[in-house]
């Protein structure tokens, strides 16, 4: 099975969230993880995934387009990637 990379969960925002309530979230979490900013050894990593999941949410078509994708992963094969989600959204919270 192919890892869906849940955006939104890394943002910490939910799918219903607003283009400005995304933007808010990308900027908190971009200067949380910046390497300049963050001395810990996974903060470029922290920091690019951040920027990914911008780069899809913050574009309309990208948006639509992972969304779809999204709920046709839920559909083929909802339980392990259900798991998956909610597991790296918890991640996020605590993060």
């Known amino acids: ?3 869906v990379q849940d955006h939104y969960a890394r943002l910490g ?3 219903s969230a607003s283009a400005e309530a995304i933007k808010a979230a990308y900027r908190k979490k971009a200067a949380q993880f910046h390497p300049d900013k963050n001395p810990s050894l996974d903060a470029a990593a922290r920091f690019r995934e951040v920027q990914e999941a911008y780069e899809v949410l913050g574009d309309a078509q ?3 387009d992972f969304d779809e994708y999204r709920q046709r992963s839920l559909i083929e094969d909802p339980l392990p990637v259900a798991r998956e989600i909610s ?8 993060n």
């Open 1 to 3: 099975m192919s890892t």
């Open 62 to 64: 990208r948006r639509k």
């Open 13 to 15: 925002v939910p799918s």
């Open 87 to 94: 597991e790296k959204y918890i991640q996020g919270i605590l």
